[in-house]
């Protein structure tokens, strides 16, 4: 076995499109999410979905050629863990000033084209998402980046790694640290399988942009 396939599809792939686990001492199979535990490691795809089907169909015992642990709910271990690593990265960038917070400073960062990307509570508002949505929009017709949003956490979970209080929008900067967060960020959002609003926008850019060539 291919140490980087994944047991599931069986097809290779870049280790960031993989997690990998090990077996720990109680034979209990241990997402690796650093990639640094010592031991034979097997590999499977990174999102819920087929974490799910190694765990239902036993392919761990197959893979490591032994009797193991699958741990009950082992694809919510996963994202606890991956969740829990994006806001540690989100919390040190806040440490090295790469954080913007508040609808009217996140909306800035966009327009100026200072943001890496954008988040939002799951609580936040259709309103004041839209609004940044619009921004995000009005920056890729004048030529500037398209900046994703994501609504991963809570606004408590948000508050808690950015040492604030009430954080609905944030707006993480370019630079290195924002690039390390950003990193975690889509690892997350894949795991959890996409974003559809931000699909959905990046298709409504395109459309528009389409539409006006048509009227040229």
Same mark, same amino acid.
């Given at each position: 076995?291919?140490?980087?396939?994944?047991?599931?599809?069986?097809? $290779?792939?870049?280790?960031?499109?993989?997690?990998?686990?090990?077996?720990?001492?109680?034979?209990?199979? @241990?997402?690796?999410?650093?990639?640094?535990?010592?031991?034979?490691?097997?590999?499977?795809?990174?999102?819920?979905?087929?974490?799910?089907?190694?765990?239902?169909?036993?392919?761990?015992?197959?893979?490591?050629?032994?009797? @193991? @642990?699958?741990?009950?709910?082992? /694809?919510?271990?996963?994202?606890?863990?991956?969740?829990?690593?994006?806001?540690?990265?989100?919390?040190?960038?806040?440490?090295?000033?790469?954080?913007?917070? /508040?609808?009217?400073?996140?909306?800035?960062?966009?327009?100026?084209?200072? =943001?890496?990307?954008?988040?939002?509570?799951?609580?936040?508002?259709?309103?004041?998402?839209?609004?940044?949505? $619009?921004?995000?929009?009005?920056?890729?017709?004048?030529? /500037?980046?398209?900046?994703?949003?994501?609504?991963?956490?809570?606004?408590?979970?948000?508050?808690?790694?950015?040492?604030?209080?009430?954080?609905?929008?944030?707006? @993480?900067?370019?630079?290195?640290? /924002?690039?390390?967060? $950003?990193?975690?960020?889509?690892?997350?959002?894949?795991?959890?399988?996409?974003?559809?609003?931000?699909?959905?926008?990046?298709?409504?850019? =395109?459309?528009?942009?389409? =539409?006006?060539?048509?009227?040229?």
């Amino acid at each position: 076995m291919n140490d980087r396939t994944c047991i599931v599809t069986r097809k $290779q792939a870049e280790p960031d499109d993989l997690i990998r686990f090990v077996v720990g001492p109680d034979s209990a199979v @241990v997402p690796d999410i650093k990639r640094n535990l010592p031991g034979r490691g097997c590999w499977v795809s990174a999102d819920r979905l087929h974490i799910d089907k190694a765990a239902a169909k036993n392919l761990f015992a197959r893979a490591f050629k032994a009797q @193991v @642990v699958v741990p009950p709910d082992l /694809g919510g271990m996963v994202d606890g863990l991956l969740s829990r690593h994006a806001l540690g990265m989100l919390g040190l960038a806040r440490k090295a000033g790469a954080i913007s917070l /508040g609808a009217t400073k996140v909306e800035s960062a966009v327009r100026g084209g200072l =943001a890496l990307f954008v988040l939002h509570a799951s609580e936040a508002s259709d309103d004041g998402v839209r609004k940044i949505s $619009q921004a995000r929009r009005a920056t890729v017709h004048l030529g /500037g980046p398209a900046i994703l949003a994501y609504k991963l956490f809570s606004e408590a979970e948000l508050s808690l790694a950015l040492g604030g209080t009430n954080v609905i929008h944030a707006a @993480v900067l370019a630079g290195d640290a /924002g690039r390390a967060v $950003q990193k975690r960020m889509v690892a997350l959002d894949r795991y959890r399988g996409g974003s559809p609003d931000d699909l959905a926008m990046l298709a409504a850019v =395109a459309d528009e942009d389409d =539409a006006a060539e048509d009227m040229e």
